[in-house]
């Protein structure tokens, strides 16, 4: 069992910061290695995209439209991941997803998403 619990989401205007948090825990959480976290978004009508995940091994990495603004880092004690987001547009607006993926395992865990939205 996985549960990824998220927060720091909200409205705000153009050029805004937020930090979004996700923490692990659960019986699988507690007796294995979490590997990757990260985060994904979803708009509306549009496919779920790849925010920015990390690891020990991979390190950080962000999808080119967010990289100059965003900035994702890990706590591997508390196993909780942040997102920090700067300058943030409105086409940033979307259920932000956190997602987890213990080391060596193959199955994807996804938090209920918390929602940004950016208003101009």
């Known amino acids: 069992q996985v549960q990824l619990v998220e927060s720091g989401g909200g409205l705000v205007q153009v050029g805004d910061s ?9 019986r699988t959480v507690y007796r294995n290695i979490v590997g990757v976290m990260g985060w994904y978004r979803q708009a509306p009508g549009r496919e779920r995209e790849l925010v920015a995940t990390i690891s020990r091994a991979g390190g950080p990495h962000s999808a080119d ?6 900035t994702i880092s890990r706590d591997y004690v508390k196993n909780t991941v942040y997102l920090q987001m700067n300058n943030l547009k409105p086409e940033d607006t979307a259920v932000y997803l956190c997602y987890a993926r213990m080391y060596r395992g193959t ?3 996804w938090g209920q998403g918390t929602q940004v939205t950016v208003s101009s």
């Open 18 to 26: 937020l930090r979004l948090s996700c923490t692990a825990s659960g």
């Open 65 to 70: 439209s967010v990289k100059d603004r965003f």
């Open 107 to 109: 199955e994807d865990y």
